[in-house]
């Protein structure tokens, strides 16, 4: 009985050339698949590279439209300190 079992838990170790194809189509996968991954992340950088260059030119534009809005509002400030009949504090127009 220890023959039979034997026999049958053997391994057979001929590689036939379905195995071969089987296993050069599963590394061309995994390298294609890595290559795409590679392409896709370097996509990503530029797109994160483009976009913090859009939010600094953003954050530029902001200072500028905040130092001419405290420009303006100390100009205001000055015309109405100038002229007594245009309080707007009480809602004269």
């Known amino acids: ?3 039979a079992n ?5 391994f057979n170790r001929q590689i036939n050339a379905s195995v071969l194809v089987q296993l050069v189509a599963l590394a061309g996968l995994i390298i294609g698949s890595w290559v795409n991954l590679q392409r896709q992340l370097d996509l990503l950088q530029h797109d994160v ?7 600094r030119r ?4 902001i200072e500028t439209l905040s130092a001419k809005s405290i420009s303006y509002e100390y100009r205001l400030r000055a015309l109405e300190s100038r002229t007594p ?4 504090a009480e809602g004269a127009y």
């Open 49 to 55: 590279t483009m976009l913090l260059q859009s939010q």
């Open 85 to 88: 009949e245009a309080d707007i």
């Open 6 to 10: 034997s026999k049958t838990w053997q």
């Open 1 to 3: 009985m220890a023959e």
């Open 58 to 61: 953003f954050e530029q534009k």
